[in-house]
Structures are given as C-alpha cells and as structure tokens.
T-cell receptor, first 114, second 115 residues
Framework: ETGVTQTPRHLVMGMTNKKSLKCEQHLGHNAMYWYKQSAKKPLELMFVYNFKEQTENNSVPSRFSPECPNSSHLFLHLHTLQPEDSALYLC?????????????FGDGTRLSIL | AQSVAQPEDQVNVAEGNPLTVKCTYSVSGNPYLFWYVQYPNRGLQFLLKYITGDNLVKGSYGFEAEFNKSQTSFHLKKPSALVSDSALYFCAVRDSKGGSYIPTFGRGTSLIVHP
C-alpha cells in the first residue's frame, strides 16, 4: 500500500476516445505530480500542483489536460491521443514542494493507444 | 542547473554478494539526493535520502548509500544481495540553489540478482 491510488491500472483506448486517469492520496500531502514513464526513456515530469494550483507545465501537449479539484485528487484528462502517448503514467505526491522531501508514487496507469 | 547520471543500464550480481548501483550528480548549491526502487508493474518507492550530516545513509530493505562530495557521487549499496532485490533503481537530485523544487531523475539502473 503506497498511500497513492491510481485508477484504472490499465487502459486501452483509440485515438479518438476521451478518457480520464484518476489519482487519489490520503497522506495529507499538498503537492501532486504527473509523470510519464516510457520504455528506454527517463522519467518525464508533466504537471505539478501545489495546494490545488498548477505550478509546472512541462511543455505537455494540449491533448493532456490536468485537473486538481482538491489536494487529495488529481486527474489527467486525455483526448485525441497519439500512439507515442502509450506509456505508464505515474502520479506522485509530497507533503509540500520543499526540496528535502521524497515523493510518494502510485502504481501507475498503463496506457495503450490503438 | 541540476543533473544526475546513472552510468550503468544494468548491474548483475550473484545472490549473497555485495551490490553497488552508481549515481553521480551535478548541482550549483548543495545536493539533496534520493534513491527509489521500482518493482515490475509498480510505482517508484522511496528507499533513502541524503540531506545533510553523516555521509553514510541507511534506508529500507537493508540498503545504504554513501555521499561523496569530492566525487559528486551517491552510490547505493547493500552488503548481501537477495534475488528479491531485482528491480529498477532510480537516483534523483534536487539543488538547494536555482529555485527548482522539482527533482531530476536518472535514467534508472536495472539490478538483476542471480540465484
């Protein structure tokens, strides 16, 4: 049990579909992150939220749309994705954005684009 | 600017032997260093961190890491490897200067422990 729960664990979608990934944490953390993990590539930071406010958008295409309604929940809305978007999407949280605090990761959503 | 390098894509070790997974870093100020482990079909799990103080840091599952400022390294070690230690290991760094609170992760090192 990591304390960070991601749903669904697996998702297969066509390029014209719209779907959402969900992340939930009950650790009392105030910072939440979305990462993309592709085979043979470094971990890519996508978005960061701190106290529900977006503080980082790492040049992510607009077909990915994040939403953070409160400090415990984070969503990633997907539409018109491309085959190269197939990857493991990881959510993480940390108590704050202080540099000495580790991140807690969920187990990810394995996304496959047909 | 901060950066981190894991020079080995894969490390092979026999069960019972000591293991080392290498990490070097570059920062402008002081480094805050982290090791994470990722088992198959799981997310990253925090193992240990170095912020300040003793250069030898002890963490979960019997792992430890040694901070070496002169060599800008933070190698992960374990005295006796287990087959269950086989996983992907990530080193991460945050810089005390530069204003970035976002960690930079290494590319990961696959540790394979042979029975």
């Amino acid at each position: 049990e990591t304390g960070v729960t991601q749903t669904p664990r697996h998702l297969v979608m066509g390029m014209t579909n719209k779907k959402s990934l969900k992340c939930e944490q009950h650790l009392g953390h105030n910072a939440m992150y979305w990462y993309k993990q592709s085979a043979k590539k470094p971990l890519e930071l996508m978005f960061v939220y701190n106290f529900k406010e977006q503080t980082e958008n790492n040049s992510v295409p607009s077909r990915f749309s994040p939403e953070c309604p409160n400090s415990s929940h984070l969503f990633l809305h997907l539409h018109t994705l491309q085959p190269e978007d197939s990857a493991l999407y990881l959510c993480a949280s940390s108590p704050s954005q202080n540099v000495d605090q580790p991140q807690h990761f969920g187990d990810g959503t394995r996304l496959s684009i047909l | 600017a901060q950066s981190v390098a894991q020079p080995e894509d894969q490390v092979n070790v026999a069960e019972g032997n000591p293991l080392t997974v290498k990490c070097t870093y570059s920062v402008s100020g002081n480094p805050y260093l982290f090791w994470y482990v990722q088992y198959p079909n799981r997310g990253l799990q925090f193992l240990l961190k170095y912020i300040t103080g003793d250069n030898l840091v002890k963490g979960s599952y019997g792992f430890e890491a040694e901070f070496n400022k002169s060599q800008t390294s933070f190698h992960l070690k374990k005295p006796s490897a287990l087959v269950s230690d086989s996983a992907l290991y990530f080193c991460a760094v945050r810089d005390s200067k530069g204003g970035s609170y976002i960690p930079t992760f290494g590319r990961g090192t696959s540790l394979i422990v042979h029975p």
